[in-house]
């Protein structure tokens, strides 16, 4: 079955940096759209960024745009998200979503895969 595994997470200062790995299995990695999504107690779990098939095409929120990079490695089944500048805001849980897709997805529920988050934790 699939699997996402996130890695990476942490306790880092404001204007720091952390890299999350997402390794996935049982899929055919170049197939599948990815996404990561965060989630903050009491808030939605929101899209922070998103990649197509071949890294060919990118989305980020707006709150992250110029501060986040999401790459992938297909020969390696793994997507990254380099966090830099971080502020306390980003403070959430962050999800690997995949989606077996040729273009961008960027809403939620279009998502069937799902890791099981990593805490990113930026302290003031």
């Known amino acids: 079955q699939v699997q996402l595994a996130e890695s990476g997470g942490g306790l880092v200062q404001a204007g720091g940096s952390l890299r999350l790995s997402c390794a996935a299995s049982?899929?055919?990695?170049?197939?599948?759209?990815m996404a990561w999504f965060r989630q903050a107690p009491g808030k939605e779990r929101d899209i922070v960024a998103a990649?197509?098939?071949?890294?060919?095409?990118?989305y980020y929120a707006d709150s992250v745009k110029g501060r986040f990079t999401i790459s992938r490695d297909n020969a390696k089944n793994t997507v990254y998200l380099q966090l830099n500048s971080l502020k306390p805001e980003d403070t959430a849980v962050y999800y690997c979503?995949?989606?077996?897709?040729?273009?961008?997805?960027?809403?939620?529920?279009?998502?069937?895969?799902w890791g099981q988050g990593t805490q990113v934790t930026v302290s003031s």
């Open positions: 979503a995949a989606e077996f897709y040729g273009g961008i997805l960027t809403i939620r529920e279009r998502y069937h895969y």
């Open positions: 049982g899929l055919t990695f170049s197939s599948y759209c």
């Open positions: 990649i197509s098939r071949y890294g060919t095409s990118t």
